[in-house]
């Protein structure tokens, strides 16, 4: 009898400390992520049709967004041309946590000789999270646009999403710069494309674009830093069985790779 109530005591002491266990709350580590007033970033950006161009990005006022605060983002003279500067210039970014969130209108051309070119409007989008495992979705947003490229209508089915990276010790930058204790995280736009044409007397729907990614854009991110590398590529292949008449009138290549990089070089943080 006597081992019978020891076993049963064991029994609920180990149920206990399973208990204890799986309630147990795990605390993130914190990732400070630098977006106080007067911080600026200057990046050294390049494409692989070697052009070289430079960005300055500085954080400004205060703003409020639907009763939230923010920070609202500049850029020297009002022109960005890196991926990430575009990004964030005259929207509204805060620090919530480990994450960063992002509320305004977001140009996404993905380059002169496209289908592609979308205006969208954020509302506290999560564009990076320094907890996201890999491979999944802080924030998505669908929707649809209608646009008029050379008198073709054209409906655009989109999905933009923020994805969590990967952790790195020690990170080398491609040139050469080296940062430790650093997180990345992208930004994926994939769309298809179609158009309706009247053949006939008839309504025709012709698929212009498939289903495909078309930028794919990854952050890396040093704590108490920022952004310290970008690199982003923007592509696209149009439906092989397109008509011919159809690509000549869009007035675009078939296909198009644009892989573009920004650098940080100067920067100041507080």
Known sequence: MKKIATLFLVTLFLISCSNDSSTEEVQAEPFSIPFKTDNYWTYDVNDNSMNSFRDSLYVGNDTIINSKTYKKMKVKDNIAFGFFSSSLR???VRVSGNKLFLSGDLSLNTGQNSPINLDLTLDDFIVFDADAP??????????TIQEVINGYPLLINYTLKSVGGQHFANYTSPNGDEYSNVKSGKIILSA????TQVISGFPITIQVLPQQDVLVSEQFVAENIGVVHTNTVTSYTLNSSLPSEIVDQLGIPSTN????????????VN
Request: net charge negative.
């Open 90 to 92: 005259n929207n509204g």
């Open 134 to 143: 890999q491979g999944e979705n802080p924030s998505t947003r669908t929707g």
């Open 192 to 195: 298809s494309i179609s158009t």
């Open 257 to 268: 790779t644009i892989t573009q990089n920004e650098f940080l070089d100067v920067y100041l």
